[in-house]
């Protein structure tokens, strides 16, 4: 079980325990359970690069939302290295300090995810999982430090064998397959549609 603190200046949960629940369930939920899978407009930034100390700002926008944006409908999810870092869903929940998203930017279809004071260590890939309505999509950030950082060699052996590194590694493979699949579905969207519409004409 989880503890939510909620605070009524910003809305904002902050959680006692890291998420537990691995990313690739809310993939693959959809479909397993058979539901629609229409892919949301998202724009991200594919790479960005950062100076430590600086505020950085991981963009997740939603794009071409048709009504005005209802909260009750949306379902935003971050993660890095197979760890959730932070949510909505109803409320805002911070996972990892220092980390933060705007409540009256998710309003208007803004995502971003907040870093302050970035270090290497916020280095690698950041996921944002958009849920809206019977849509949803994933789309990938990779957060570089504009400092060359030189590994100790024992360090590097000891980070390789977590069970973070691999996890991404995994998910990595999920994310080549995902995008994979929307590209073949949008395709074959693009190719049938009009001959389905010829067919019922004639």
């Known amino acids: 079980m989880i503890l939510r603190v909620q605070t009524a ?9 890291r998420a537990n629940m691995s990313p690739t369930v809310f993939i693959l939920l959809p479909l397993l359970l058979g539901v629609s899978h229409a892919l949301l407009k998202v724009h991200v930034e594919p790479n960005v690069v950062a100076a ?7 963009k ?5 939302v048709k009504d005005p944006l209802d909260l009750k409908d949306l379902m935003i999810l971050w993660f890095t290295r197979g760890i959730q870092v932070a949510e909505f869903d109803k ?7 220092g980390m933060s ?5 998710l309003k208007k279809g803004d995502a971003t995810l907040t870093i302050q004071s970035f270090s290497p260590e916020h280095a690698g890939n950041y996921r944002c999982h958009v849920f809206y309505k019977s849509e949803n999509t ?9 400092v060359a ?13 977590t069970c ?21 579905l949008a395709e074959v969207t693009q190719n049938c549609s009009p001959k389905q519409d010829k067919t019922r004409a004639n």
Do not use: F, H, Y
């Not at 430590?52 to 991981?58: D, S």
């Not at 997740?60 to 071409?64: A, G, K, R, S, V």
């Not at 998203?101 to 930017?105: H, R, T, V, W």
């Open 9 to 17: 200046e910003d809305n904002t949960t902050l959680r006692t325990s």
């Open 52 to 58: 430590p100390g600086a505020t950085v700002q991981l």
């Open 60 to 64: 997740c926008l939603l794009q071409e």
């Open 91 to 97: 409320t805002i929940t911070i996972d990892k300090p």
């Open 101 to 105: 998203m705007s409540l009256e930017a």
């Open 138 to 146: 994933m789309r990938q950030t990779v957060l570089s430090s504009n």
């Open 149 to 161: 950082v030189t590994p100790d060699p024992q360090e590097g052996d000891v980070a390789l064998s």
């Open 164 to 184: 973070e590194t691999v996890l991404d590694k995994k998910l990595d493979k999920v994310v080549d397959w995902i995008s994979k699949v929307e590209g073949r």
